[in-house]
């Protein structure tokens, strides 16, 4: 198999870089959310722009072997060694066992991805499920002298490390800056410097989430469950590693630093990193009043939005832009990707019921072979749009009769929606939004089964039957119960 795939390596920093994987296999590990929160904007863009790297080497023929991890212990509010566990907290407030908030998240993530047509990952591994891993890689790291236990907690050594390697490596940043810009934040620590990370955490009597170690009750530093799991499923050297630029450091820095010291050799040959998202032009941020969730965006409750916006019209917006440039949402730009994305959709709808004629001078294969170079290119998107709209001009004009297509150029613009637009850019038609989801639908049936039972207790039966049969004839069926009526659809 040839190799024409370059991409942005953030570790080389070099977009010419080839990607040498051996077929048919390819490992990537993407890190995934932690699940403490209904899942947002910040949320779409990685799991997209890594869902399209993993539907692109399927497309090429690789066998990928695709992990993206649930974080559901360790995650600290500082993103360091301080402050509370972010699911522990929200735990406490809510009144539920940590994995209850877990799972609630988890399920509310899986379903708002699956609603933005991003294809579940080979293997979901949770960060609470691999403690013993976590424990075993600090006890090699303990025995590698590259890390210390400091009343009962276990910290990286980052100094010691940083003798024979490169802490830094991936960030560009080094220890000297580090030392300047943390020195003074040091005082009632237990680490020997400020840039020392944790690796496992003393828990304090409070602390809810809890498992034995050799050093204690504790729990695993966030950076650990990356690498204990990613060797664990993908090798300790692996191909791709992806996640947003807000965890180059210090998470994916750390993974390295863990890996290295462990294993004597990188872990990962690519890093690929999407761009961040910013809302109007600003950040996004729960105290700027612009954080919106993807359910907001769907259903356009949050006051900015000036109307929903479809899952659809979310992953085509992200699309036309390139994973490592930034996006801005406003109304503006996503009503312009949702008018877009309708032209795509309806001029491909178009394309069955062309009647074959004469040849025009369109070359739908220049077209193809354009669309794989975009891809090649360091997975570029807007560029397979831009020319995909090529395609779209040329269709309507057939359906509207300014010129014809030939049987060949038909079968070669079928070929490339099906493999550009549905499999590889995973855009498809709008599906309906079931009614028995939607709180709209549920309200209205609760009107309906009052007005009945109002017209049962005036004896009227001949028109609350009229109900129930007309409801069953829209497929919906009434079950009429002591407690109550309730309803199903039954088809
Ligand atoms: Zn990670």
Redesign the pocket.
Known sequence: MEHPLKVFNSLSRKKEDFIPINPPFAGM????PTVYGDPHLGHARPAITFDIVFRYLQHLGYKVRYIR?I?DVGHLENDADEGEDKIAKKALLEQLEPMEVAQYYTNRYHKYMDMLNVLNPSIEPHASGHIPEQIELVQTLLEKGMAYESEGSVYFDVEKYNKTNQYGILSGRNIEEMYSNTRELDGQSDKRNSFDFAIWKNATPSHIMRWKSPWGDGFPG??L??SAMGAKYLGETFDIHG?GMD?LFP??ES?IAQSVAANGKPPVKYWLHNNMITINGQKMGKSLGNFITLEEFINGSHKLLEQAYSPMTIRFFILQAHYRGTVDFSNQALQASGKAYERLMKAFARLDAIVPAEVSDFNVADLEKDCYDAMNDDFNTPMVIARLFDAVKFINAVADKQTTMSESQKLGLQKIQKNFVQEILGVKPEVQIDSSDSSLGNDLMKLIIELRLKMRQEKNFAMSDFIRDELKKAGIELKDTKEGTDWSKTN
């Open positions: 590990y993407v890190c995934g991890n974080t966030w950076h469950e990356c996640g965890l998470h994916h993974e």
